[in-house]
Every structure is written in structure tokens, then in C-alpha cells.
């Protein structure tokens, strides 16, 4: 994923928890509002009780009926206690029903109600209105106001536990999105730092390639003047072609042309030229080129017909860079070298042929292995740290694969590749002569 995307997708998702805990605030302040609501209308029922107890006192000193008003009042106040149990809209205003919890404060409250309102109405039709029967109607009255101011109480109790729920849920809410908000910052400046790196990397690795060809192509020029001056001293002087310093200048030359060439392989798309050769030459040719030191012992495979589809000079170019690492690991301690081929002599179209390239020097410390193949990453003092790079790259443009490891105290470089070239599978492919 580019850094950009997820930027924008940690920044979407904080958004994201951000607004899910402003809509869970939100929704339980308002349920917190409708109980409140709730308690009003529970409260009401004490005005409206009293008020069926005034219309029954005036009935005392009134020879009119009241008998109509006690009726609306009644009425009202049971309309109240049906929308405390179900909820409901009562102008403009929601009401929500009562909590299960509350289920039998409430049949007091109804029970209560209903017995009130039988002994209102039993009053009524009796036409005996005294003092001593409106007196005991008010006790029944106040039993009523009793139970609703209990359920009351009750729910405000519940409100303001609802509302310290609330409190430490805001709490809870502000400080997940805090710590959220804290990791998010982490991973953006990580993201942030890793881009900005690469993009300096990247910077750094074009300006230093496009030196390194100039002067890579500076060198290759007067290399080459060198190489026609040797060849012409060779051919005037036969006897010196086998004098052990023009051998050691022949392959000194041979030495620096071998390092601009890993410098121009890796700085630029060179095609490959792919044809039929023999792997163990290539090998044998790639041993030529070395000096390799008396201290060292190395194990070539015999030479012999079996061939593959390759790039012979590219493939050179990588198993003198494998062979010239294992010389350095070993240094002036007494070692070997092992180079291995495996399954040389099975032709089937998508098999494989391996070279092994082992050697006894130390063992690559398993923090440095996965950086081995990294462009400008050398442990060694000399060297330009492309030459496992642009071996890596010439690999894969054959379609194969190269990797490093320890094993019973060897140093293992492996490469596998195809041993039929199929351009399909990628690589800057141009077909040699066969």
C-alpha cells in the first residue's frame, strides 16, 4: 500500500471512531433526556390526584354538580398512568415507556389508582358527601401520591445513576480515542519517516548511479586502450603471454573491468543475450578470471556438454562476484571453496538447475543476511556494494533465484535458474546465435 493510502486510511479511521463515540455520547444523553420526561409525567400524577380531591372537597359547600369535573379529572389522571406504563407524545414531547425494572412500582401505583377511583365514584352515586367519607377518601389519596412520588424517586435515582454511567462512559470514550489518536500519530510518523527515507534513498541511489556510470564509462575507455596496448605486446612477444606478471596484469585488467561492469549492470537496463552454454564453463571461465589465493582451496565441477539457455557473460559477471566474496570471507585463514551443480542432467521444460557456491569463511551473522542483497550495503572495506546487487538482478531477469544462508559452518550462496529461457516471464531478453 502507497504511504499516502494509508495515511488517508489511519486518518478515515479515526474519523471513524471519533464520530461512532460522539453518536454513542449523543444517543445516551437523549435516552437520559426521555427518562427524564419519564419522571415529569410520574410526578404529574401528584397534581392530578389532588386536583380529583379538591373537586371532591368543593362538592362539600356546592349544591351544583361536580360530578363532571371529578369525571375529567379522573380521567386525565388515568390517561397520565397509561402513558407512565406504555410511553407516548404528549405535546410534542416523547415519552418512553417504563423500564421492566420499575414493572412493580407500578402495579402499586395502578392498584392504587384504581381503589381511589372506586371509592371517588362509590361517594358520587351515594349523594352522601360528609366530612368524615371526603376525609377517608383523602387518606386513599395520599396513599396514591405516596406511591407515585415513590416511583419518582425511584427513577430519579435511576436518571442520576444513568447520568454518572454517562460521565465515566464520556471518560472511557475520550480517553480510547486519545490513546488511538496517540498510536495512529505513531504509525503516520512511521510511515511518514520509512517514505521520506526511501524517497532520500532513492534520491541518493540516482545521483550516485549516474556518477557511478560516468565514471564507470571514464574508466572503461583507458581500460580498454590498456587491454589493445597488452594484446599487441602479447602477439609481438609471444614467449611473454606466459610471464606470471603479464598473466597477474591480464587479469588485474580483467579484475577492473569486472567492477564497472557491476557498476553499469546496476545503474542501467542491459538486455540479455541468451544462448545455449555449457554451466561448468561459464564456472570454469569464472574461476580463470580470479587469482585465487595458495591458502584456498577450490572444488570445481568437470567440464562437460550439458547446457542451458543464459546469458554466458552475465552469468560470468555473477559467479565472479560469488567466488570474489568467498575469497574475501576467507582471507589469509587456510579454506575452501565448493562449487555444486544439481539436477544438470533433467530437461524437463520448467525444470531448474542449482550451483551451489559454499566456502568456509565466517559465517554471515543472521541481522546482516537479509541485507545482504541490499544495493550499497557492504561489510567489507573495499568494494562498491552493488556487486550481490546487480548479481541478484541478472538472476531474476533469468527468471531464477538467489539466496544465502549458514549451514554446518559454511557460508551457502545458491542460485537456481531455468534451464529453457522463457522471455514470457520477464527480463530485457535479445536472442544470441546458436
Known amino acids: 500500500m502507497m504511504p499516502l493510502h494509508s495515511v ?6 479515526q474519523i471513524m471512531l471519533i464520530s461512532a463515540s460522539f453518536s454513542i455520547l449523543i444517543y445516551a444523553e437523549a435516552q437520559n433526556a ?28 356546592h349544591d351544583y354538580d361536580v360530578h363532571q369535573h371529578i369525571d375529567i379529572a379522573i380521567t386525565n389522571m388515568e390517561n397520565n398512568i397509561h402513558i407512565v406504563k406504555n410511553g407516548g407524545i404528549i405535546d410534542d414531547v416523547e415519552i418512553p415507556p417504563l423500564p421492566p425494572e420499575f414493572d412493580s412500582d407500578y402495579d402499586i401505583l395502578y392498584m392504587k389508582f384504581m381503589l381511589y377511583k372506586s371509592m371517588v365514584y362509590e361517594l358520587l352515586e351515594s349523594r352522601d358527601l360528609d366530612f368524615d367519607s371526603v376525609e377517608g377518601a383523602d387518606v386513599v389519596n395520599k396513599a396514591l401520591i405516596d406511591a407515585s412520588d415513590s416511583l419518582t424517586e425511584k427513577l430519579g435515582h435511576n436518571s442520576e445513576t444513568i447520568a454518572v454511567q ?18 495512529m500519530v505513531i504509525f503516520m510518523w512511521r510511515i511518514i519517516k520509512k517514505y521520506t527515507a526511501q524517497t532520500i534513498r532513492t534520491e541518493k541511489f540516482e545521483v550516485i548511479g549516474k556518477f557511478a556510470s560516468m565514471m564507470a564509462h571514464d574508466i572503461r575507455n583507458p581500460l580498454g586502450s590498456l587491454r589493445n ?48 552454454e555449457s ?39 555473477v559467479f565472479v562476484n560469488l567466488l570474489l566474496n568467498a575469497v574475501q570471507a576467507i582471507g589469509d ?29 565466517p559465517t554471515i551473522p543472521d ?23 546487480s548479481s541478484k538482478n ?20 545458491i542460485v537456481r535458474i531455468p534451464k529453457v529461457y522463457n522471455k514470457k516471464r520477464g527480463g530485457t531478453y535479445r536472442k544470441g546465435k546458436v
Open 333 to 361: 585463514d587456510t579454506g575452501r571453496i565448493n562449487v555444486k551443480i544439481s539436477d544438470k542432467n533433467n530437461y524437463e521444460p520448467d525444470n531448474y538447475i542449482t550451483i551451489t557456491i559454499e566456502n568456509s569463511g
Open 34 to 61: 426521555l427518562n427524564g420526561n419519564l419522571i415529569n409525567i410520574v410526578g404529574k400524577n401528584r397534581l392530578l390526584a389532588n386536583t380529583i380531591q379538591l373537586e371532591l372537597n368543593r362538592a362539600l359547600f
Open 394 to 413: 541478472i538472476i531474476e531477469l533469468h527468471n531464477g533465484a538467489i539466496s544465502v544462508s549458514n549451514a554446518d559452518g559454511m557460508v551457502l550462496f
Open 8 to 13: 488517508v486510511l489511519l486518518v478515515g479511521i
Open 367 to 389: 541481522e546482516v543476511i537479509p541485507h545482504v542483497f541490499e544495493p550499497m550495503f557492504t561489510t567489507k572495506m573495499q568494494g562498491t556494494g552493488l556487486g550481490l546487487t
Open 279 to 317: 554451466i561448468t564453463s561459464i564456472l570454469h571461465r569464472s574461476a580463470y578470471m580470479m587469482t585465487i589465493p595458495e591458502n584456498i582451496t577450490i572444488t570445481l565441477p568437470d567440464e562437460d556438454d550439458s547446457t542451458i539457455e543464459c546469458d554466458a557473460e552475465k552469468l560470468e559477471f
Open 166 to 183: 454517562n460521565m465515566f462512559l464520556q471518560i472511557l470514550l475520550g480517553s480510547t480515542n486519545i490513546v488511538i489518536l496517540i498510536i
Open 229 to 276: 596496448s597488452i594484446e599487441i605486446i602479447q602477439r609481438s612477444n609471444p614467449s611473454l603471454s606466459t610471464d606470471n606478471e603479464m598473466v597477474r596484469i591480464n587479469r588485474s585488467i580483467k579484475r577492473i573491468s569486472h567492477q564497472v561492469e557491476g557498476v553499469l549492470n546496476y545503474v542501467r537496463a542491459v538486455p540479455l543475450i541468451v544462448n545455449k
